[in-house]
T-cell receptor, first 109, second 116 residues
């Protein structure tokens, strides 16, 4: 079983839709959680950290459920420019990051 | 402009040859990392270095070697011992390891290596 698991998608949604991705992790000692965005054939970039109380950044909302060991990302009012692969990332107790395989989102007009 | 550069962007290599991928950063970061990404898999850590003249193996170090002689440079050599070297290689850097808090890792644009 992979340490970080995500549905690979693709999620095909129309502009303006709300879409949510989930990610589960197996190591209960994981300390920190993040969502990275990766455009096709480009490098990953940090989208947002995920805090225990949940956090929002504009149209993006991240949630963490430590008891069930999953994190989620909600995107409201999807834009064409949101089309990308979203990587769920977990940090161990060092600076080593564990990456999920990513969930691909395609927003269409 | 501050950032991380990797060269070349595309690299072709014949089977049995060693090849070195370049990674340079001018962010004054202490820590640097090498990952590989394969289709359908997450990024996997090859090697990382927390300080000059020191580095540690990641999860898939076999067939690779690194050096960290300068703070700004962390080249990766893919040796002929690496069984499946064709992949997308990403270099990253961060301000360092600090236990509790997260020091964001910034990624370079990557090098696509193809073994012919």
């Amino acid at each position: 079983r992979k340490e970080v698991e995500q549905d690979p998608g693709p999620f095909n949604v129309p502009e303006g839709a709300t879409v949510a991705f989930n990610c589960t992790y197996s190591n209960s000692a994981s300390q920190s959680f993040f969502w990275y965005r990766q455009d096709c054939r480009k490098e990953p970039k940090l989208l947002m950290s995920v805090y225990s109380s949940g956090n929002e950044d504009g149209r993006f909302t991240a949630q963490l459920n430590r008891a069930s060991q999953y994190i989620s990302l909600l995107i409201r009012d999807s834009k064409l420019s949101d089309s990308a692969t979203y990587l769920c990332v977990v940090k161990r107790n060092t600076d080593k990051l564990i990456f999920g395989t990513g969930t691909r989102l395609q927003v269409f007009p | 402009d501050g950032g991380i550069t990797q060269s070349p962007k595309y690299l072709f290599r014949k089977e049995g040859q060693n090849v070195t991928l370049s990674c340079e950063q001018n962010l004054n970061h202490d820590a640097m990392y090498w990952y590989r990404q394969d289709p359908g898999q997450g990024l996997r850590l090859i090697y990382y270095s927390q300080i000059v003249n020191d580095f540690q193996k990641g999860d898939i170090a076999e067939g690779y070697s690194v050096s960290r002689e300068k703070k700004e440079s962390f080249p990766l050599t893919v040796t002929s011992a690496q069984k499946n070297p064709t992949a997308f290689y990403l270099c990253a850097s961060s301000t360092g390891t600090s236990g509790g808090s997260y020091n964001e890792q910034f990624f370079g644009p990557g090098t696509r290596l193809t073994v012919l």
